[in-house]
Nanobody, 124 residues
Framework: QLQLLESGGGSVQAGGSMRLSCVVS????????MGWFRQAPGKEREFVAT????????IYSDSVKGRFTISRDNAKSTVYLQMNSLQPEDTAVYYC?????????????????WGQGTQVTVSS
């Protein structure tokens, strides 16, 4: 089993920045791509970003492209989500997730392992 633990959420004003971290344990980190998803109140969970096992390939949703950056440190078994120019519509619970492979995917159904989530609140 893979365990995922997010941290770094909180409250920020619009235009601010925040970095989320997700520490992974339980299995060999480099065997997995990683992704970030989010769920706002009353909405379905949506894809945010994903990165392959080596960090050489990333995909972003259109809503965060150019503002968010996903990265990973395989030596620390950690994936990050740097969020800049945050807007109130970015308010959500953010989840770290791992699919069953090394390769990127936007599809949440491909993800077998999920963290507990961390709240991000952006005020106007």
């Amino acid at each position: 089993q893979l365990q995922l633990l997010e941290s770094g959420g909180g409250s920020v004003q619009a235009g601010g920045s925040m970095r989320l971290s997700c520490v992974v344990s339980g299995r060999t980190f480099i065997n997995y791509a990683m992704g970030w998803f989010r769920q706002a109140p009353g909405k379905e969970r949506e894809f945010v970003a994903t990165i392959n096992w080596s960090g050489s390939s990333t995909i972003y949703s259109d809503s965060v492209k150019g503002r968010f950056t996903i990265s990973r440190d395989n030596a620390k078994s950690t994936v990050y989500l740097q969020m800049n120019s945050l807007q109130p519509e970015d308010t959500a619970v953010y989840y770290c997730a791992a699919p069953g492979s090394r390769y990127v995917s936007r599809d949440s159904n491909q993800y077998s392992y999920w963290g507990q989530g961390t709240q991000v609140t952006v005020s106007s």
